[in-house]
């Protein structure tokens, strides 16, 4: 079964705007994980933030962590074209650490 | 990170009708996992692949419909038995070294049903 829900389910920006992507999940995690996949492709891992941790970051992309809250953000600073894909959090909490995905957001980035 | 090579990368096949879909890992990885994505939807788990023994699957799917095999820690099957168009989606295959490790995923095998 899906763990989290992310928000919103689709957003359409300009080239070079920044992009946020909000996750929510239900049950207590270790960590949490970010993918990109583009149309009809594999999933690419993006950034994995462990549940102590707050923030990360990598490149043009920076996650949240808030586990009171229970929720994640990801955001792509500076968008590109090439950043248009269906992101998708995950978090573990299956008794084999399997991880458990949210619907995802479709970002689309004009040029 | 670990490369994943899963064969086919997509299928058409007739109703009724068995696929065998193998993944690849160029390292020994520990846990090995079987998703599906339907349709412009995310990713469902179907089973997690257990070395040397049956795979635990998620409520909604069984072995008799998509039974698993892992014969090592670097290679497993997921076979899609009597196919019906309901079965049209991405299987994934995907694996994970440690349990703070990421998981990362193979290409997807693509499968249509007619």
């Known amino acids: 079964s899906q763990q989290g829900e992310e928000d919103p389910q689709a957003l359409s920006i300009q080239e070079g705007e920044n992009a946020t992507m909000n996750c929510s999940y239900k049950t207590s995690i270790n960590n949490l994980q970010w993918y990109r996949q583009n149309s009809g492709r594999g999933l690419v891992h993006l950034i994995l933030?462990?549940?102590?941790?707050r923030e990360k970051h990598s490149g043009r992309l920076r996650v949240t962590l808030d586990t009171s809250k229970k929720s994640s953000s990801l955001l792509i600073t500076a968008s590109r074209a090439a950043d248009t894909a269906s992101y998708f959090c995950?978090?573990?909490?299956?008794?084999?650490?399997?991880?458990?995905f949210g619907a995802g957001t479709r970002l689309t980035v004009k040029p | 990170s670990a490369v994943i090579s899963q064969k086919p990368s997509r299928d058409i096949c007739q109703r009724g009708t068995s696929l065998t879909i193998q993944c690849q890992v160029d390292s020994q990885v520990t846990m090995m996992f079987w998703y599906r994505q339907q349709p412009g939807q995310s990713l469902t788990l179907i089973a997690t692949?257990?070395?040397?023994?049956?795979?635990?699957?998620e409520s909604g799917f069984v072995i008799d419909k998509f039974p698993i095999s892992r014969p090592n820690l670097t290679f497993s099957t997921l076979t899609v038995s009597n196919m019906s168009p309901e079965d049209s989606s991405i299987y994934l295959c995907s694996v994970r070294d440690r349990g703070n490790q990421p998981q990362h995923f193979g290409d997807g095998t693509r499968l249509s049903i007619l």
């Open positions: 933030i462990r549940s102590n941790e």
């Open positions: 995950a978090t573990d909490g299956g008794f084999n650490n399997d991880m458990r």
């Open positions: 692949a257990n070395q040397g023994s049956e795979a635990t699957y």
